[in-house]
Structure formats: structure tokens, C-alpha cells
């Protein structure tokens, strides 16, 4: 199976006034989503995305990736229009849903949930830290609670619940990443997207670095991290992602001068070496 990432015409309600503007301190939406920065239909996208996928990676089964932006952030029809019209492409099993934890309700999960009767549904709630003095800090514009909330409201619906993290903020420490493994952990949540903090141009985070540099995680700083945050994680939550990706003319820090895949292959012979894997500390804490 293939994700087939689009973009559908979204904003964010921390970008367009209704609770500020400006958007995260650190997101710059080209950084992972240029590619989809086209003049093309929903459909188009879709349809091209399909073939180039089926060349490419010789797969007929596809997941089609709301990603850019927060994609419950509209009516519940318009919502429901183009969830339906990816639907329909033959080979299409299901949507993965990148949203905001303060961008959905009941109403829509039920929506959600009748289609995850019959296709394989995914939503992805970017909580990116779990303190609150941190999301307000990167203009997030909502609080754990708002996630807590929102994740027992989307569960019993056949939905699986994605959450997505941000580790390296300035501000916080490494004892605090280690913590949100923990707390994390007592979420029913499926998949895990881990991220290292990026500087990239173009943001707000980026003009703080111009007038005041901070060191973001280095390489083996960050493999240590990861390390001791996995074997404090729930061991049955799946991980997704572990790494930042951002264009090299986008990224400003860090530069570590390797590729992703090199940094998972050194993370996986060090846990090896180490008798190390996810769960191996975690400690299921009774609510």
C-alpha cells in the first residue's frame, strides 16, 4: 500500500483570525508539502498521485493523505464531498486525516465513523507537546485538554487516532521528553509520529533563531533521546515517523549532514547493542 498525499484548500484556525494569526511558530507548509502546491483538482491530484505510485513503488492499494494544513477545519458537507470523491478511486482503501484536536466534534466523527464501517479511516491529531506553557508558546492555540477531550470523543468509532509530537523545543529539556513518552502512554492512540524540532525559513521560529541563536539536538544528542523515549512508550503504539524531513533550501538548523535512513539504520544497531526496544521501561499507570 502507498499514501498518496494531496492537499484539498485548507487553513488553519490559527492562521486565518478566528484564534490568531501567523499559524505555529515552526510551520512553514512547503516544508513538507511543496510538491503539492499545484493549480489541480482534488480528483487530479488523486489520480495522478495513483499512477505515479503504481510506477513507482508497483502497489494497487492506496491511502489517500489529507496532509497539508487542518482537514476537518470546514463544513460537514463540504467535508463529507471530498472524503466520498477520494473514496471512489478504484484501489482506495481508506484516508489518513491530518487535523487539529480543536477542529473536530461530534457531528463529524460520526461522519468518520460511518465511513470507517467500510474503509480503513485514520485521523491525525497534531498535539506537537503534551505542556500546555509550551502550546502556548508556538501560538498552538489549544491545550491537552482539548486533545484528552477529543481523543475519548473519537473513540468506539472504528477510527484510528494518530497523534503527532514535536521533541527539541528550546525551552524544554530532555527529563520532559522522556515524560511525554509517559504520558502519551496512557492515551488510547494507535500510531506515533515523532518529529525533531526543524528551523526553517520562513517562519516564526526562524526570525527568534536570527535574533537570538539556540542549539537545536544534534545527531547523537538526539539518537540518545529516542532511545530512552521509545523503551518509556506503550509498546503497542505504532510508530510512523521518527524523523523531521524538510528541503535542504528550506532547512536551518539543524544540518546534520546525513540521511534519515542512515539515522534509523544507527538508531536500530544501537538498541540492538543496547538490548534496548519500545516498552522496555513502560509502566502502565491505572487511570
Not at 201 to 224: A, N, S, W
Request: net charge positive.
Amino acid at each position: 500500500m502507498q499514501k498518496i498525499p494531496v492537499d484539498a484548500g485548507f487553513t488553519c484556525p490559527n492562521r486565518d483570525g478566528t484564534l490568531s494569526v501567523g499559524g505555529c511558530i515552526y510551520c512553514n507548509n512547503m516544508s513538507f508539502s511543496r510538491r503539492l502546491q499545484s493549480p489541480l483538482t482534488l480528483s487530479e491530484q488523486i489520480r495522478t498521485g495513483i499512477e505515479s505510485a503504481k510506477r513507482k513503488y508497483k502497489v494497487d492499494k492506496f491511502f489517500i493523505y489529507f496532509q497539508s494544513f487542518t482537514n476537518t477545519y470546514a463544513p460537514l458537507e463540504y467535508l463529507r464531498e471530498i472524503y466520498q470523491t477520494a473514496l471512489s478511486f478504484e484501489g482506495v482503501v481508506g484516508l489518513c486525516i491530518g487535523t487539529r484536536p480543536d477542529c473536530i466534534d461530534r457531528v463529524k466523527l460520526d461522519m468518520l465513523g460511518d465511513l470507517a464501517s467500510k474503509f480503513d479511516i485514520t485521523i491525525e491529531y497534531g498535539l506537537e507537546s503534551v505542556y500546555d506553557a509550551t502550546l502556548s508558546q508556538i501560538n498552538r492555540g489549544h491545550n491537552l485538554e482539548v486533545f484528552e477531550k477529543t481523543v475519548s470523543l473519537t473513540l468506539n468509532r472504528k477510527i484510528k487516532i494518530c497523534t503527532h509530537i514535536i521533541l527539541g523545543f528550546p525551552w524544554e529539556t530532555p527529563k520532559q521528553w522522556v515524560e511525554t513518552a509517559k504520558i502519551l502512554s496512557q492515551y488510547p492512540i494507535d500510531f506515533l509520529k515523532v518529529h525533531n524540532l526543524h528551523v526553517v525559513k520562513d517562519t516564526k521560529l526562524f526570525e527568534i533563531y536570527k535574533k537570538t541563536p539556540f542549539t537545536t539536538l544534534g545527531v547523537q544528542e538526539y539518537l540518545e533521546i529516542i532511545i530512552e523515549f521509545l523503551e518509556n512508550l506503550k509498546p503497542e503504539i505504532i510508530i510512523q515517523r521518527l524523523l523531521s524531513d524538510t528541503p535542504s533550501d528550506l532547512l536551518v538548523a539543524p544540518l546534520w549532514g546525513i540521511k534519515n535512513s542512515t539515522f534509523l539504520n544507527n538508531l536500530l544497531v544501537e538498541m540492538g547493542k543496547r538490548n534496548s526496544y519500545q516498552g522496555k521501561l513502560y509502566k502502565n499507570i491505572p487511570s
